[in-house]
């Protein structure tokens, strides 16, 4: 095995009480441990609490303010700008089924999508509101650039604790990196949520987004205090656990960020990384509308899910696969789950 793999005993890493979740300081300089510590989640739940990240507070809550701004904008004016097969547009309430098996979602989205990553821009059905402000649209292509920035930046910490070999390289921490290219299409998205306060006997109305996996490679996401929903299925207990708001420990700065693993890096490592079900639910309680960012990371369309070049995952690739193998293409993958969720 190679001499450059860091020692894979599992952190004992602390967790808050009632918070099923690790909670990983990506500013620490110590890089070795970070890796390790990061894998070591992901491997264990799919999940984990970002600190360290360079989001301040003031712009995390502007761009909650856009959100609630756009859906409080007349029905009329948000259905010009439909969800498409792009995988961008306004997506109405009870539009989406995450969970085929169950009921529609009460919810209402935006997703902006077809982005230039050299730019920030989207492309596809963007409503004219977030255009014809000058100020509103630069604000917007920042953070979908600073959020690709962060996820990369986690693919190439993530790369460093697998230890990929590629072209003789110790570790080959481009792997991830290098299959995102700023130009090409992709199925990257920026998606606001709403997700409306509902008084309601009916116990299956809680369940606001089902039960479902993340298409894409990696995700990010914003919530805020008492507005949780988001629960997991946990692979460690078996059964669905409430992840929580919790507060960041660098002053100023905005919460911790969810992020968890999407279907891609979980083919790409063979499941080492977890592909975690998890769904929204509301509680009896639930007093406060909820409103969520997400980004969700996916690499070039063309980009194969084949597995990474990584001793960690021998045991589950084996020592070699078939030259004829076939590996579907990250857009086959999506189009494939936007089919099931969407009906096309």
Same mark, same amino acid.
């Given at each position: 095995?190679?001499?450059?793999?860091?020692?894979?005993?599992?952190?004992?890493?602390?967790?808050?009480?009632?918070?099923?979740?690790?909670?990983?300081?990506?500013?620490?300089?110590?890089?070795?441990?970070?890796?390790?510590?990061?894998?070591?989640?992901?491997?264990?739940?799919?999940?984990?609490?970002?600190?360290?990240?360079?989001?301040?507070?003031?712009?995390?809550?502007?761009?909650?303010?856009?959100?609630?701004?756009?859906?409080?904008?007349?029905?009329?004016?948000?259905?010009?700008?439909?969800?498409?097969?792009?995988?961008?547009?306004?997506? #109405?309430?009870?539009? @989406?089924?995450?969970? +085929?098996?169950? *009921? =529609?979602?009460? %919810?209402?989205?935006?997703?902006? $999508?077809?982005?230039?990553?050299?730019?920030?821009?989207?492309?596809?059905?963007?409503?004219?509101?977030?255009?014809?402000?000058?100020?509103?649209?630069?604000?917007?292509?920042?953070?979908?650039?600073?959020?690709?920035?962060?996820?990369?930046?986690?693919?190439?910490?993530?790369?460093?604790?697998?230890?990929?070999?590629?072209?003789?390289?110790?570790?080959?921490?481009?792997?991830?990196?290098?299959?995102?290219?700023?130009?090409?299409?992709?199925?990257?998205?920026?998606?606001?949520?709403?997700?409306?306060?509902?008084?309601?006997?009916?116990?299956?109305?809680?369940?606001?987004?089902?039960?479902?996996?993340?298409?894409?490679?990696?995700?990010?996401?914003?919530?805020?205090?008492? #507005?949780?929903?988001? @629960?997991?299925?946990? +692979?460690?207990? *078996? =059964?669905?656990? %409430?992840?929580?708001?919790?507060? $960041?420990?660098?002053?100023?700065?905005?919460?911790?960020?969810?992020?968890?693993?999407?279907?891609?890096?979980?083919?790409?490592?063979?499941?080492?990384?977890?592909?975690?079900?998890?769904?929204?639910?509301?509680?009896?309680?639930?007093?406060?509308?909820?409103?969520?960012?997400?980004?969700?990371?996916?690499?070039?369309?063309?980009?194969?899910?084949?597995?990474?070049?990584?001793?960690?995952?021998?045991?589950?690739?084996?020592?070699?696969?078939?030259?004829?193998?076939?590996?579907?293409?990250?857009?086959?993958?999506?189009?494939?789950?936007?089919?099931?969720?969407?009906?096309?």
């Amino acid at each position: 095995m190679s001499s450059c793999l860091p020692n894979r005993s599992l952190l004992s890493i602390e967790k808050m009480a009632g918070n099923p979740l690790t909670t990983v300081d990506i500013s620490k300089p110590d890089k070795v441990t970070v890796a390790k510590e990061l894998l070591d989640a992901l491997v264990s739940q799919g999940f984990v609490f970002i600190d360290g990240h360079d989001f301040q507070a003031d712009e995390v809550n502007k761009i909650f303010d856009l959100s609630k701004e756009f859906f409080k904008l007349p029905l009329e004016y948000k259905q010009k700008f439909p969800f498409d097969s792009s995988n961008s547009g306004y997506i #109405q309430f009870n539009r @989406e089924n995450l969970d +085929p098996s169950q *009921k =529609k979602d009460f %919810k209402e989205g935006l997703n902006f $999508s077809g982005i230039d990553f050299t730019s920030g821009e989207p492309s596809g059905p963007v409503p004219e509101w977030f255009i014809e402000d000058t100020s509103r649209h630069e604000f917007v292509k920042k953070t979908i650039l600073k959020l690709n920035q962060l996820a990369l930046d986690l693919l190439v910490v993530l790369a460093r604790a697998l230890d990929i070999q590629d072209n003789d390289e110790c570790p080959g921490i481009e792997w991830f990196t290098s299959r995102y290219k700023p130009t090409s299409k992709s199925g990257s998205t920026l998606r606001f949520l709403h997700y409306p306060a509902q008084n309601s006997d009916d116990e299956s109305s809680e369940v606001r987004a089902g039960a479902h996996t993340d298409y894409g490679s990696m995700t990010l996401l914003f919530q805020k205090e008492h #507005q949780e929903g988001l @629960e997991i299925y946990s +692979p460690l207990s *078996k =059964k669905w656990e %409430k992840v929580p708001f919790i507060t $960041s420990s660098k002053p100023g700065m905005a919460p911790p960020i969810i992020v968890n693993i999407g279907d891609l890096l979980s083919y790409w490592t063979a499941g080492l990384l977890k592909s975690t079900i998890h769904r929204v639910r509301f509680s009896n309680a639930q007093a406060e509308d909820r409103y969520s960012i997400v980004f969700f990371s996916h690499p070039s369309d063309e980009t194969l899910l084949e597995p990474v070049p990584s001793e960690l995952l021998r045991d589950r690739t084996g020592r070699g696969v078939a030259k004829d193998t076939e590996y579907i293409t990250a857009l086959q993958h999506l189009q494939k789950k936007i089919a099931n969720t969407y009906g096309y």
